[in-house]
């Protein structure tokens, strides 16, 4: 997967097509009771396939204007990579493309796999490449080499037969090895490792290891791989892979030894000297504590960590930072004092969905330019977040923290680096149109969205001059980003910087002076090789517009990027920018005084040619390889079946597996599901159609559930309810039939259901003796509960779900289904209506606590109604799985979930932490004909009552206070944590009916202490 620096809607689809309906209430959520976000698709692709010798490109008609050069460098980049291996593939590699990243995050190949941030991906069940063609031509080419790497190492290594874990750093440094590129970022993180002495041990890295910087451990990844050639050439590459691939599927010794007959100790010792040395030149160079005053975030009394991209408001008092928030795990946009650092203000506080918008986007060039803008007058504050399938413009206000403005950009992809004019009427910015970036103009009156470059290069960072009558932009040509300027009144566009260094975006220090990173160095100092090949880190420069004149300022160790202006008077302009020091990009200010060096503009170069990336090889399209795909073309089988296992507080296990096939797309699927409590058996044929926002599904089942019909004077006459356990009482349900299942999506987070099937239903107690018995008690009464026959549901649905998650689950957010079913009366069917309501809501307390509140209530009503019933786990702890049972019931749900232990440490490695829990539930359930407990030979027959707080007299007994009728409640502690994967939970709970004279009543006196005694139970499943 190559970066820069959630429930998907297919996922969900499957999940609703095990839930059978309002025929049963045992479902994909037994296992995970969350309903999930949306992955929308947003257009409907009509896919072709183009074969060539080592590729099966899957496009669609409007990228097929790029299909010739994708073909170009697919080849080239297979004869590049398999020639370094010396490993041919044995089958052609799908090549699935999207036009834009936009498109590319609708793919359901890994559904939430193409996250933004991802450039692409590659999957290594079917070798599959998926990926954007938004990117420059060389950096395009790249990232399929990147990719292409990694199906190679998934052939070397298969993804199949892996037992020990393959550091993450070993295929992506490897393929970013193969790719050979040093962004000027990248280079900069492994210089600073390696001056800063904080290179990990290379041969213990887990993941991303103990670094909140993604990148780093690609980069350190690159360099080691780098390391390898340099010591034993690219034959010990190879090596290294193939003895890793030994030590991987368990057998032979460690590959450091294998292949470079050195313990892995030593080879992290030698890597981290080769680095060292390698970086030895550079040493010397200044670090933050040479500029001025640091106005970063304090990490240890805030909960910001780094400042990535700052803009600082028209007076120079305050300055925008985007940051990382630890406590919220997302990017937000703070205020800070120019003149200490203080925090004034987090204009993005709290989670993003709760201001309109997904996320804050970020450029995919990182913070090479810039992230946001302020109005002239300094009130307002203006950048791109994601909201549906485009970015939008947000406009904030900046006093009272409203925004004010949401602008989205429907007809431009992956907007960035938003400039408000100096008048306040437009905004200028960067984006995307048929994959080839362009600067744009917003009028913010009309909405009118202009294309202002229209060129074949990809431009970037567009910011106006003081007087509005240009502007100045980056565009990448021959391979590195050079600034532009474009005159309004005639669109001139003029190339201002030349040579092979790139440039970052630019600020105006004054009305004739550009203030800018660059990769440059002094002309006047020839450069030896080594210095050439790692000194490529930004660096302060400045271009006067009139005669050419180019000076540098900062010679750093880790790069400066992201220059403003604060000041303008004074001795010397103030001025901040970032900077990257031991792993971490801090602000500083930073007084221009005299400069390092001078140069001329034309020092390095003039205009001349510029010229487009060109693929190594060419490749000649052939009409007769295009067909289009067929819509089960190329069925497989989708990975590994995966298993969810459980234990309900009543000690039944449950557990489930699934089978699917899918094309190669992952649109077309058909899935084969299994599952069980106790001896219980579920199991499902299902075809999934996921190509379009309208999804849907058929399916066929036979579903055999247990209930418990212990209630008496409902199916036994109650003179017999002492000799009936529960046990006795277990009743079975069995559907067989089919159902077909769509949703709508209405955006990310809300979205429709539909349903509708035929089925054959049977319903029975286990115990013969007892079912012929009850059956009979039934008839006698009336009214047979028991249902038996054909049924027809019918359903519609609306669920909404804005719940943020965290690896222990709900932190924070809202959730709710609305569901309605009717069974029509058609030809002697079994006929019902059905309503089931489920809410739910998390509120954040501090930073990983929850307060978790879920009211659900469930009528059904018809000549035979449909059953509710629920009980144990976490819908009503302390009571017998599925204890209730009823065609009308409720229950409710507090919980305050706490963190105790964030992990520990075990034989068995480092497992879960331990949560702790204050519950407390409420609930009941009742046959519409049942009795209420409230009712006496002189009242009749009274419907359910939850409560009551009159005076009673039952017999002898005088019973008067508030107390629970029909209705049961339960509080507690417990406490959670994860083993092996899966959520274990102790409980001790305490049943009440919040009436001790009542409770001893209802349960007899002995019944009623033994009610009252604390009840601990060990369940495994997750938390609502």
């Known amino acids: 997967m190559r970066t820069r620096a959630t429930h998907s809607a297919s996922l969900l689809l499957l999940a609703a097509v095990i839930a059978l309906g309002s025929a049963g209430q045992l479902n994909a959520q037994s296992y995970i009771p969350y309903y999930g976000k949306n992955a929308v698709h947003y257009d409907n692709f009509e896919w072709y396939i183009y074969t060539t010798d080592h590729f099966e490109i899957y496009y669609y008609k409007e990228n097929e204007e790029h299909l010739q050069r994708v073909a170009s460098y697919a080849e080239s980049a297979y004869q590049h990579v398999s020639s370094d291996l010396r490993h041919d593939l044995a089958a052609k590699v799908p090549l699935i493309i999207f036009k834009t990243h936009s498109e590319f995050e609708q793919q359901n190949v890994a559904p939430g796999a193409a996250q933004e941030g991802v450039l692409a991906f590659a999957e290594g069940e079917r070798n599959r490449m998926v990926l954007p063609l938004d990117q420059p031509s060389d950096l395009l080419y790249a990232l399929i080499v990147h990719e292409l790497t990694h199906i190679f190492q998934y052939d070397i290594i298969p993804t199949s037969l892996i037992r020990r874990n393959i550091p993450l750093w070993v295929n992506e440094g490897g393929a970013d090895y193969e790719a050979g590129i040093w962004n000027p970022l990248d280079l900069m993180m492994v210089r600073d490792a390696a001056v800063a002495d904080i290179v990990p041990k290379m041969s213990e890295m887990e993941g991303y290891g103990s670094s909140s910087n993604p990148r780093l451990v690609y980069n350190?990844?690159?360099?080691?791989?780098?390391?390898?050639?340099?010591?034993?050439?690219?034959?010990?590459?190879?090596?290294?892979?193939?003895?890793?691939?030994?030590?991987?599927?368990?057998?032979?010794?460690?590959?450091?030894?294998?292949?470079?007959?050195?313990?892995?100790?030593?080879?992290?010792?030698?890597?981290?000297?080769?680095?060292?040395?390698?970086?030895?030149?550079?040493?010397?160079?200044?670090?933050?504590?040479?500029?001025?005053?640091?106005?970063?975030?304090?990490?240890?009394?805030?909960?910001?960590?780094?400042?990535?991209?700052?803009?600082?408001?028209?007076?120079?008092?305050?300055?925008?930072?985007?940051?990382?928030?630890?406590?919220?795990?997302?990017?937000?946009?703070?205020?800070?004092?120019?003149?200490?650092?203080?925090?004034?203000?987090?204009?993005?506080?709290?989670?993003?969905?709760?201001?309109?918008?997904?996320?804050?986007?970020?450029?995919?060039?990182?913070?090479?330019?810039?992230?946001?803008?302020?109005?002239?007058?300094?009130?307002?504050?203006?950048?791109?977040?994601?909201?549906?399938?485009?970015?939008?413009?947000?406009?904030?206000?900046?006093?009272?923290?409203?925004?004010?403005?949401?602008?989205?950009?429907?007809?431009?992809?992956?907007?960035?680096?938003?400039?408000?004019?100096?008048?306040?009427?437009?905004?200028?910015?960067?984006?995307?149109?048929?994959?080839?970036?362009?600067?744009?103009?917003?009028?913010?009156?009309?909405?009118?969205?202009?294309?202002?470059?229209?060129?074949?290069?990809?431009?970037?960072?567009?910011?106006?001059?003081?007087?509005?009558?240009?502007?100045?932009?980056?565009?990448?040509?021959?391979?590195?980003?050079?600034?532009?300027?474009?005159?309004?009144?005639?669109?001139?566009?003029?190339?201002?910087?030349?040579?092979?260094?790139?440039?970052?975006?630019?600020?105006?220090?004054?009305?004739?002076?550009?203030?800018?990173?660059?990769?440059?160095?002094?002309?006047?100092?020839?450069?030896?090789?080594?210095?050439?090949?790692?000194?490529?880190?930004?660096?302060?420069?400045?271009?006067?517009?009139?005669?050419?004149?180019?000076?540098?300022y900062t010679d750093a160790l880790g790069g400066v990027l992201s220059p403003v202006v604060l000041a303008r008077t004074g001795p010397a302009p103030r001025l901040a920018f970032i900077d990257y020091y031991k792993g971490d990009y801090s602000l500083h200010t930073f007084d221009l005084r005299e400069p390092l060096h001078t140069a001329a503009s034309a020092d390095f170069g003039q205009p001349g040619p510029i010229v487009d990336f060109q693929a190594p090889m060419q490749h000649t399209l052939v009409a007769e390889n295009t067909k289009k795909k067929g819509r089960f073309e190329k069925m497989f089988l989708d990975g590994r079946p995966p298993v969810a296992l459980g234990v309900t507080s009543s000690g039944d296990v449950f557990g489930g597996t699934q089978v699917s096939f899918t094309d190669v797309l992952g649109d077309q699927q058909f899935s084969l599901f299994a599952s069980s409590v106790q001896q219980y058996k579920t199991m499902s044929v299902s075809y999934a159609n996921l190509s379009r926002r309208f999804q849907y599904a058929l399916q066929g089942y036979t579903m055999t559930q247990f209930f418990y019909g212990n209630l008496e004077n409902a199916f036994y006459d109650p003179i017999y309810a002492n000799l009936i356990s529960r046990s006795d009482a277990l009743a079975t349900q069995t559907v067989r039939g089919g159902t077909a299942f769509g949703i709508y999506p209405l955006n990310r987070y809300r979205r429709v259901e539909f349903s509708g099937g035929l089925q054959q239903m049977t319903e029975e107690f286990t115990d013969s003796g007892l079912q012929d018995y009850s059956l009979q008690y039934q008839q006698d009464q009336g009214q047979e509960l028991f249902r038996n026959g054909t049924v027809m549901p019918l359903g519609v649905a609306f669920i909404q779900e804005t719940t943020v998650f965290r690896e222990y689950g709900p932190l924070s957010g809202s959730t709710m289904r609305l569901s309605y079913n009717v069974s029509p009366n058609i030809g002697g069917l079994i006929s019902n209506q059905t309503f089931d309501g489920d809410a739910r809501y998390y509120a954040r307390i501090a930073a990983n606590g929850v307060l978790a509140l879920r009211a659900r209530g469930f009528k059904s009503w018809g000549e035979q109604p449909n059953y509710l019933y629920f009980g144990g786990n976490s819908e009503m702890r302390g009571y017998d799985y599925r204890g209730f049972l009823g065609h009308q019931g409720f229950y409710l749900n507090g919980e305050l979930r706490f963190p105790l232990i964030e992990a520990m440490l075990t034989p068995l490695g480092v497992m879960g932490g331990i949560r702790g829990v204050f519950f407390g539930n409420l609930g009941g359930a009742a046959l519409n004909s049942q009795c209420s407990l409230s009712s006496t030979a002189a009242t009749g027959c009274q419907n359910f009552q939850v409560f009551a707080t009159d005076t009673q007299r039952v017999g002898t007994n005088t019973i008067s206070g508030f107390r629970l009728v029909d209705a049961k409640a339960s509080y507690g502690i417990g406490l959670e944590t994860f083993a092996l994967g899966f959520p274990i939970h102790f409980d001790w709970s305490y049943r009440t009916l919040f009436n001790n004279e009542w409770e001893s009543l209802v349960y007899g006196t002995v019944g009623g202490a033994e009610f009252r005694k604390v009840k601990f139970a060990v369940w495994m499943g997750y938390d609502f």
């Open 220 to 552: 350190l990844g690159h360099a080691l791989y780098e390391f390898i050639e340099a010591r034993w050439g690219k034959e010990g590459v190879r090596q290294f892979l193939f003895s890793l691939r030994k030590s991987a599927i368990g057998g032979g010794s460690s590959p450091y030894e294998e292949a470079f007959q050195m313990a892995a100790k030593e080879f992290d010792q030698q890597f981290e000297k080769y680095l060292k040395d390698r970086f030895k030149a550079f040493r010397d160079k200044e670090r933050p504590a040479d500029y001025g005053q640091d106005l970063s975030p304090d990490q240890e009394r805030t909960h910001y960590s780094s400042a990535y991209s700052i803009e600082p408001s028209p007076s120079g008092d305050l300055i925008a930072v985007a940051t990382g928030n630890r406590h919220d795990q997302e990017l937000d946009i703070i205020l800070v004092s120019s003149k200490d650092g203080s925090v004034v203000r987090n204009l993005t506080k709290g989670f993003d969905k709760d201001k309109g918008f997904e996320h804050i986007s970020t450029p995919s060039e990182w913070n090479q330019v810039p992230w946001m803008t302020w109005s002239p007058v300094g009130d307002r504050i203006a950048y791109f977040a994601r909201r549906e399938k485009s970015r939008s413009l947000i406009v904030q206000n900046v006093i009272n923290g409203d925004v004010e403005r949401k602008v989205d950009m429907t007809t431009v992809d992956e907007a960035s680096s938003p400039s408000i004019s100096p008048d306040g009427r437009t905004v200028v910015f960067a984006g995307l149109h048929n994959a080839i970036g362009d600067i744009y103009s917003l009028d913010f009156e009309s909405g009118k969205v202009t294309n202002l470059t229209n060129d074949t290069f990809s431009d970037y960072a567009p910011v106006y001059s003081p007087d509005g009558k240009y502007l100045v932009y980056l565009a990448r040509i021959s391979g590195s980003l050079k600034l532009f300027r474009l005159d309004f009144d005639s669109s001139k566009k003029t190339q201002l910087t030349f040579g092979t260094q790139d440039e970052a975006g630019a600020k105006f220090l004054d009305a004739d002076t550009l203030i800018f990173p660059s990769t440059a160095t002094d002309p006047a100092t020839p450069l030896t090789p080594e210095i050439a090949r790692n000194g490529n880190i930004f660096n302060l420069w400045s271009l006067n517009l009139k005669n050419g004149e180019l000076k540098q």
